[in-house]
Nanobody, 125 residues
């Protein structure tokens, strides 16, 4: 069993930056692929970024965030991060981290087993 807790959300102006954290407990993140998803009001939960547990496997990004967001890991702290730069109002959403065993980085939410409770990001124009 893996418990995930997100933090770092808040209110930021357009063009600003923020870093989200996802801390895992219960089991090490070491053999789990991790993804970030987001859900805006009235919309489906969508894939944002994903990172395999295996070193050397490239991170995956949604087209809407590629070049602005960076997913990274700190295995020693059992934490994953989402650095978000040049934020836009359309990035406003609840952000969730999710984890799944295995090396692949799927973009479908149905492929992820463990979920955090979410953290709100609001980007003002």
């Amino acid at each position: 069993q893996v418990q995930l807790v997100e933090s770092g959300g808040g209110l930021v102006q357009a063009g600003g930056s923020l870093r989200l954290s996802c801390a895992a407990s219960g089991r090490t993140f070491g053999s789990y692929t991790m993804g970030w998803f987001r859900q805006a009001p009235g919309k489906e939960r969508e894939f944002v970024a994903g990172l395999s547990w295996r070193s050397g496997v490239s991170a995956y990004y949604a087209d809407s965030v590629r070049g602005r967001f960076t997913i990274s890991r700190d295995n020693a702290e059992n934490t994953r991060y989402l650095q978000m730069n040049n934020l836009k109002p359309e990035d406003t959403a609840v952000y969730y981290c999710a984890a799944r065993p295995g090396m692949a980085v799927p973009t479908s939410r149905d492929e992820y087993i463990y979920w955090g409770q979410g953290t709100q990001l609001t980007v003002s124009s």
